[in-house]
């Protein structure tokens, strides 16, 4: 049993699935909300391999995950702080 269909929960049903493991994700709202709400814009280009490697990436989330290489495997932080802008 997973509890909620945030973007977390769907993403571990559908590994469990993928492994043979019956589930069921509750969520308290309608699937309506659920799919119209908003959802984070970023994921890192390591989540995106993940779940590509899992048959869960979609062909658009690896065509901008590919945009993200970087040369030699230098990788940048992006730092954030209570009330930077970046």
């Known amino acids: 049993m997973i509890i909620g269909a945030g973007p977390a929960g769907p993403t571990v049903g559908n590994l469990l699935r993928a ?21 984070a814009g970023v994921i890192e280009e390591w989540a995106v391999r993940g779940l590509d490697r899992c048959g869960l990436a979609t062909a658009g989330l690896l065509a901008a995950a590919g945009s993200l290489d970087r040369p030699s495997g230098i990788r940048n932080a992006l730092r954030y702080t209570k009330g930077s802008n970046s």
């Open 19 to 39: 492994a043979g493991v019956d589930c069921v994700v509750l969520e308290c709202e309608s699937r309506e909300f659920i799919e119209r709400r908003p959802r």
